[in-house]
């Protein structure tokens, strides 16, 4: 870090650097000044508040664009050097060192961290080279497939289109926002499909592998190639499926095609980048093993999956097993089969102007026709109560999570059920253990479903408080718990739940890209129709007082839980 920080004091930024940069501000600015009409309200009402509070000027948007046009491109690579060597001096410096209580952990002493700054003082420090290679992302441009079956659903807007080699696109055009595109795929798999002896490979391929960057571009190169564009892609690969997600103003859109392409045909290992983060690893999770809140969290993971080896956590010794060749392997066999994909796209574009980008970039994809899916390991949870109590640090607190779990009909009438017992079961423990009791700041009540490989549900209570009084507020949840089950929902909560889906259908649904992709892509992978995705009146309609409380005993089994309790180790004398 010092090294670095005294390259740009000797020799400064370059002119290329500061071009960057100055690109990615104004085009932020742009950005937000076309999207001006439809900000959410938060960042907004943050603003104002920063203004009352630390009297932060609020010219506005269209000031704020028109000041950085005007000004940002006067800001010469000279004034910028200059505050370098004002802003980094080396007096009034300040080393702080933070690291755990542990015994044999020899930490650096003042002398040696003296003698690191005084040995970066004398070295010879070289000027930055900036490598930044002025080529395409990819060197020729793929032979386009086809769009083979387009069926139009006029009713709900959403055009799917069936590539020729196998892979679906469903394409909803939206004016929540004036540019944004955005996406995400999916496919049936995960790291389910990697055998035992492959499990850590497969389980950090999607870290490992995007860290080497695309095709011919570390990942500090693609930074570089992509400045001034506002997009994304990104792999990832879950236990029972892998996919893609990301986006794009309309500019960018082809640039974004391109990604997807090489994040599927074009992996980059880098056998430095991944020797650095295995070694940052090691002492990040040894570190981890101390802190009471990973080994909560870890004691709850273990009791609900009966420590199966497949939900272990990722340790300092399983780091070993790491293995970049393995991972690259395991990522190329994910990603080498576009055949059983789905695309979903969301937001401001035209089908025109998608289709060839789609026949080019996607339907020109790699396919092997596979049919797969999530291969079912066995991880259970326990078939009766569990209770675990953790001793771990030193801060006076405690927290209690109890997690009821069990076989789940995975319909969305089901998924609406469960949410909204929780909500409303959230509402009962808010107000006994916060508001009458003053024991906790909040409760949440998360449920949490899946279909495959197996249909199971999991509604996790979670609140955190004074060790003196967690027995007596885990026994007043269970009693609020308990008194749920009995009697269901009160009914004001109903009319207030009634009101707000009201208000929903009235102000619409969606207000977000982001939020209807994410339904979207629910409905593909559960194999449901997505016109509910647009009419939930018919499944909200099954909600009444009485299918609430039958869905607080289905799904609060008394008879099927872990509770694991945090408390700090005693002081000692």
Same mark, same amino acid.
């Given at each position: ?10 020799? &400064? ?26 900000? =959410? ?39 910028? $050097? ?26 650096? @002493? ?13 070295? @010879? ?26 069926? @139009? ?11 020729? $080699? ?39 391929? #999607? ?58 045909? !074009?992996?980059?290992?880098? !056998?430095?980048?991944? #020797? ?52 690259? !392997? ?70 209690? /999570?109890?997690?009821?779990?069990? @076989? ?26 916060? %508001? ?8 949440? +009540? %998360? ?5 495959? =490989? ?15 009084? /967690? ?8 009693? +609020? ?9 009160? =009914?004001?909560?109903?009319?207030? %739940? ?7 259908? #009235? ?19 559960? &194999? ?28 609060? $089994? ?14 000692? =004398?």
């Amino acid at each position: 870090v010092l090294t670095e920080t005294e390259r740009v004091v000797r020799n &400064g930024f370059l002119q290329s650097e500061l071009d960057r940069e100055k690109l990615g501000s104004q085009q932020y600015l742009d950005q937000a000044l076309l999207e001006k009409d439809k900000s =959410p309200s938060g960042p907004l009402a943050d603003e104002l508040v920063r203004h009352v509070v630390s009297d932060e000027p609020v010219p506005g948007i269209v000031y704020e664009q028109a000041m950085s046009a005007r000004f940002l491109p006067e800001i010469s690579l000279a004034e910028i $050097n200059a505050l370098a060597k004002t802003w980094l001096p080396p007096q009034n410096r300040v080393v702080a060192v933070s690291a755990p209580a542990r015994p044999g952990l020899a930490l650096p @002493t003042q002398t040696v961290l003296a003698g690191v700054i005084d040995t970066v003082n004398r070295a @010879t420090i070289p000027a930055y080279v900036d490598r930044t290679r002025s080529k395409p992302l990819l060197a020729s441009a793929p032979t386009p497939g086809r769009v083979v079956r387009e069926t @139009t659903r006029q009713a709900i807007g959403i055009t799917e289109w069936q590539l020729s $080699n196998g892979a679906k696109v469903l394409l909803k055009p939206t004016t929540f926002k004036e540019d944004e595109i955005l996406f995400r795929a999916t496919s049936p798999g995960g790291t389910s499909q990697a055998a035992d002896q492959d499990l850590v490979p497969a389980q950090t391929a #999607e870290q490992v592998i995007p860290d080497g960057g695309l095709g011919d571009f570390s990942t500090l190169e693609l930074d570089r190639v992509l400045a001034g564009k506002q997009v994304g892609v990104r792999a990832d690969i879950g236990e029972s499926d892998e996919g893609l997600s990301g986006g794009a103003r309309r500019a960018d859109v082809e640039t974004m095609f391109q990604l997807i392409h090489l994040t599927f045909t !074009a992996p980059r290992a880098d !056998a430095v980048q991944f #020797e650095a983060t295995k070694s940052r690893l090691k002492p990040m999770l040894s570190n981890q093993q101390v802190r009471p809140e990973v080994v909560f969290r870890q004691t709850l993971t273990a009791a609900l999956t009966q420590n199966h080896l497949r939900a272990r956590p990722l340790t300092p010794a399983t780091v070993d097993q790491m293995n970049l060749q393995r991972s690259m !392997a395991f990522y190329q066999n994910r990603f080498a089969d576009a055949s059983d994909f789905t695309f979903v796209f969301v937001g401001s574009f035209d089908l025109a102007t998608m289709k060839p980008l789609v026949e080019r970039y996607l339907a020109s994809l790699p396919a092997l026709r596979r049919t797969e899916a999530p291969v079912d390991r066995g991880i259970r949870p326990p078939d009766g109560p569990v209770t675990r109590e953790v001793v771990s640090g030193v801060e006076p607190r405690s927290r209690v /999570a109890i997690v009821f779990n069990g @076989t789940f009909d995975n319909t969305p009438t089901e998924r609406l059920h469960i949410k909204v017992m929780s909500e409303m079961l959230a509402g009962f423990l808010q107000g006994t253990l916060r %508001e009458d009791m003053g024991g906790t700041y909040g409760v949440s +009540v %998360e449920p949490r479903f899946s279909k495959q =490989p197996v249909s199971e549900y999991r509604v996790s209570i979670d609140f955190v408080c004074d060790p003196a009084r /967690a027995d007596a507020l885990t026994a007043a949840a269970w009693d +609020v718990i308990r008194n749920f089950r009995e009697r269901g929902p009160a =009914p004001d909560q109903m009319v207030n %739940e009634r009101m707000s889906f009201e208000r929903q259908q #009235e102000s619409g649904l969606f207000q977000e890209n982001r939020d209807l992709l994410n339904e979207l892509v629910l409905k593909v992978e559960n &194999g449901e129709d997505l016109a509910e995705v647009f009419d939930p009146k018919p499944v909200h309609d099954t909600l009444t007082r009485e299918s609430l409380r039958l869905a607080a005993q289905r799904y609060l $089994n008394l008879q099927r839980y872990v509770q694991v309790t945090l408390k700090p180790e005693p002081a000692r =004398p």
